[in-house]
Nanobody, 125 residues
Framework: QVQLVESGGGLVQAGDSLRLSCVGS????????MYWFRQAPGKEREFVAS????????NYADSVKGRFSISRDNARNTMYLQIDSLKPEDTAFYFC??????????????????WGPGTQVTVSS
């Protein structure tokens, strides 16, 4: 099992950019499918983006396509989420997750092995 910790969130203005990081503690990080989710106050958890172990395959929610970019550096056990042109509606608690098996597109909660504690992103207008 890999332990995950996010960082990079903060209070920013609309139009700003942020890069979130998710660091894994174990050597198995490079074998995990990795994901970013977010949850705004009073709303359900929302899928944001995913990336395959090698970084070759990526998926994005329709709401973030063109502004968000997911990547990973397995040499540093780190996954990133580059967020450009931030909007107030991007305000949410962002967290990363990983799984050892299964297809990248499977978002069933019980299939995930690791979750990070999250980092808050707040965008003011």
């Amino acid at each position: 099992q890999v332990q995950l910790v996010e960082s990079g969130g903060g209070l920013v203005q609309a139009g700003d950019s942020l890069r979130l990081s998710c660091v894994g503690s174990g050597r198995a990080f490079s074998t995990y499918n990795m994901y970013w989710f977010r949850q705004a106050p009073g709303k359900e958890r929302e899928f944001v983006a995913s990336i395959s172990p090698s970084g070759t395959d990526t998926n994005y929610a329709d709401s973030v396509k063109g502004r968000f970019s997911i990547s990973r550096d397995n040499a540093r056990n780190t996954m990133y989420l580059q967020i450009d042109s931030l909007k107030p509606e991007d305000t949410a608690f962002y967290f990363c997750a990983g799984k050892r098996w299964g297809p990248l597109s499977d978002l069933t909660p019980t299939t995930f092995n690791s979750w990070g504690p999250g980092t808050q992103v707040t965008v003011s207008s």
